[in-house]
Structures are given as structure tokens and as C-alpha cells.
């Protein structure tokens, strides 16, 4: 991971550049996307590659051909596979059934793709990650699964804090429990308060994700006091910075005021999504 963000920092300053004219793509979103969408068809047109939009509503997909089908078919056409999708069981069908690199572009598991941004991110700031403490206050969704494993893979503090009901999966948390090498790293709260004292890092996503428009209301009053705020920024170090995957919901798991500081480095953190994912794309043509 070390090394693929340092990959990432040389791209970005344009220190180094790729050329796969004659690799492709594929595309497969059962959600909706900006951010992963765009930054995963910029980076490939970056590398002078292609990229197809294979949209289940206008292909067999849609119609309910079988993902080990589908998987093996698009392993001729298709050099790369990225999935954005809501089961990561589904997922892992298409990864067993193709014979090209299969990318997680999201799933209700895990966002790994972000994580890299994230932490590219971060390293920007802080130049390495010792000493780094980083807060995720919100919904133990995908995104903090993403932030655990990655942290413990990176020895970074990782706190979540979240309601009762709503901490990261266990299964995942034991997974990344046993990669880190000091298990303490990895903290679990229903205090917003106690995850952002003394933190270097405020993290929050939304607190209803796609899928889940239905449990909004619900969430909205469970969530409620979990929003970074300048109250809960002031009790972060002074060199704390804050980041949102996006889409925001301005005023509710964040302040506009917040979003609009100088501490935020939000929108650093979506253009690092691009960077990130060129050097995931490059490494994985090579």
C-alpha cells in the first residue's frame, strides 16, 4: 500500500506517466456513482486505455444471466473488471469466475478504493503515519470497514465511533484485529467525543447509505450528537484536518462551516481519488 501511494504522489506531480492504448475496462454499477465513475474512467484515459460501461439495465446482466457467465465472457473483452455493487458476496462470484484482475469499486462490505484516496490523503499532510490518529465518527458502514483494515495494514490508530447498533462488522473487525500488530490501534466507541480527542484525522460519511432510504428517519434520531461540528473539532489536535467521501449531507453528519474551513481537505481527498486509482490501474496492467 506503501508503495502504491507513493506511485499515486508521482502521478499526481506528473513525475511519471503510463501507456496501455490497447487495455480496457469494464465497468459493472448496480449504483449510482460520481466520483468512482468518473475518476476510474479519467485514470484509464489517463493511461491511455478505454473504458466500457457495462450497465445492467441494457445488458444480459439485467435480465439475470448468471455472474459466472458473465464473469468468463467479459474476461476476453475486458483487460480489468471493476464492480460497484451492493452484495459483496457478488463480488467474490465474479472474482472466482474471472480470469482478469477484479476491483472492488464499493461494496455494502468494503471501499477499499476510497481508503487509498483517504490515506493518500493523509500522508499529504503528515508526510507518514506515525503518531497518526485517526477519528471516523459516523455509521460503521463500508467506509469504516475500509479505514480499519487499511489502518491496521498501516499500524495507524483507527477509532470509529457510532451509536449502539450501528459498530463496523465483527467479522471484519476481527480480520483486521489480526492483521494489526498491536490490536489497541483499533477502537470502537459510541463516544463522538472520546474518538476526536487528540485525533489528527475527523472522518464522517453519511449516515443513511444507498439502500438504506428507508431507515433514514431511524437513523437520523440514532445518529443524532454525532456530527463534526466546531464543537468536536475543537477537541482535536490543532493540526486536525477533516475529511467526507461525499456525497455530503451538509448540516446533518457535518456542518457547512466545517465542509468550508481551512482544516477541511475534503475535496483533496475526491481529486486523490483519481491519483489513487491510476496507480491501482497501472499496477494491475503491468
Known sequence: ?????????????????F????KALGLIFDKSSTRTRVSFQVAMNNLKGSTIDINPDKTQIGRGEPIKD????????????AIRTFNHTDLEEYAKWSTKPVINALTDLEHPCQALADFLTIKEEFNDFKNVVL??????????????LCGALLGVEVRIACPK????DKLLLKKARSICTNENLLKITNDPSEAASGSNVLY???WSSMGEENKKEEKDKAFKGFTID???VSQANDDAIILHCLPAYRDKEITDEMIQSKKSRIF???ENRLHSQQALLSCLLS
Request: with cysteine; proline share 3%.
Open 135 to 148: 477519528a471516523f465518527i459516523g455509521d460503521g458502514n463500508n467506509v469504516a470497514n475500509s479505514l480499519l
Open 165 to 168: 447498533g450501528y459498530e463496523p
Open 230 to 232: 466546531r464543537n468536536l
Open 1 to 17: 500500500i506503501i508503495s502504491l501511494l507513493d506511485l499515486a504522489a508521482k502521478i499526481k506531480k506528473k513525475e511519471i506517466f
Open 70 to 81: 458473465t464473469a468468463r465472457v467479459l474476461s476476453v473483452y475486458c483487460d480489468l473488471i
Open 19 to 22: 501507456d496501455y492504448p490497447e
Open 204 to 206: 464522517t460519511d453519511v
Open 268 to 270: 483533496q481527498q475526491a
